[in-house]
């Protein structure tokens, strides 16, 4: 300190009084900000007394290494090998073998005829006119471009730098193709399921197909699931998917193409999205403008949620309900009748 300048003595108390820089004082993020200790905090980590979970031991290892003391550690003398020995301890060392592709080279060869001298030649086996590419190589194609959804070109790489083998973009292709068949019959067979369903719920949502604006049309039943990808979003799709079937009950949004299921699906309920899930009631026929206006119409409202209005008493209910279909209900603090009217926009499921 007697060293320092008057300068620099002044510039170290102006440091020292400065504050620590977080996030309130200076553009660091708040992640970097130290978290101050709360009361009754408890640190990280097991606490006393908790059980460990290691790993399993594998069921049946492939390999065993058995390690056997050579020498005592605290007089140096050697230790038979016929030695009576207690097993203390055992861990499990897991590695992935090399994987390459097994390659299967077909000949085929072509003689002369001993008896006539004409030429023979032995038939082309199948791989001479098809894939090279087996079963396998096709399954794990499938797996990593449908469930990891890995593009060609990293689908590509991943066959090179994991197994060593050279696929094209092309190949990888056909092979997804080659696969239609397969799949085309377990599809049949879910929209088989579907199409006898009671209950049916369905929602669409933009893809992109081959460079194009597309939809992923889903309907969803108790026992299947059909994904339908098309390049309409019109009601052609629903028709041509549920095959003339009309479900007893039809969950959907509101837009028009799943409307068209509505018709022929008697009594048309709606039942809007609420801001978190929760359990739904039945029990009411409620008018935002309480009133026996004739707006109210039989409705299902969530058993908490912003938007639900008052409970009514079993008298005024019974009172305010009519054969009219379902209204679209507004916001709570809708005070006259012109609130209660159907607005467009929102979600819906109508059933």
């Not at 009594?267 to 029990?283: F, G, K």
């Not at 507004?330 to 609130?339: K, P």
Request: glycine share 6%; with cysteine; aromatic share 8%.
């Amino acid at each position: 300190m007697q060293r320092l300048s008057k300068d620099e003595l002044i510039e170290l108390v102006i440091q020292l009084q400065r504050p620590d820089k977080t996030s309130r004082t200076s553009s660091k993020p708040p992640s970097t900000d130290k978290k101050e200790k709360r009361e009754n905090s408890r640190p990280g980590g097991a606490k006393p007394g908790h059980e460990p979970h290691n790993r399993r031991l594998a069921d049946n290892p492939d390999d065993f290494r058995d390690h056997r003391p050579t020498h005592c550690e605290l007089c140096g003398g050697s230790v038979s090998p016929d030695a009576d020995m207690e097993l203390i301890g055992e861990y499990d060392e897991i590695e992935i073998p090399p994987v390459k592709p097994y390659v299967v080279r077909h000949r085929r060869f072509a003689c002369r005829c001993a008896h006539c001298g004409a030429g023979v030649k032995a038939p082309a086996p199948a791989v001479a006119t098809q894939t090279p590419f087996g079963p396998r190589i096709h399954a794990l194609a499938i797996y990593c471009k449908g469930f990891q959804a890995l593009s060609y070109e990293r689908l590509r790489f991943m066959f090179r730098d994991a197994f060593g083998l050279i696929v094209s973009e092309g190949a990888l292709m056909n092979m997804f193709i080659r696969s239609h068949a397969g799949f085309k019959i377990e599809a049949d067979k879910a929209k088989a399921i579907l199409r006898q369903a009671k209950v049916v719920a369905s929602d669409e949502t933009g893809v992109r197909i081959e460079g194009t604006n597309s939809y992923h049309w889903v309907f969803h039943c108790k026992d299947a699931v059909v994904h339908q990808p098309d390049y309409s979003r019109a009601a052609r799709v629903v028709a041509e998917t549920m095959n003339g079937h009309t479900p007893n009950v039809w969950i959907s949004d509101r837009y028009s193409a799943q409307q068209s299921m509505a018709p022929h699906i008697k009594p048309v309920w709606r039942i809007w999205r609420a801001t978190r899930p929760m359990r739904w009631s039945m029990d009411r026929t409620i008018c935002l403008c309480g009133s026996s206006c004739g707006l109210a119409r039989p409705s299902i409202w969530p058993e908490i949620s912003p938007v639900s209005p008052p409970r009514q008493s079993p008298a005024k209910s019974a009172s305010l309900k009519s054969n009219s279909p379902p209204f679209l209900p507004q916001r709570q603090n809708a005070t006259s009748h012109a609130s209660c009217r159907p607005k467009s926009g929102g979600r819906k499921i109508s059933f």
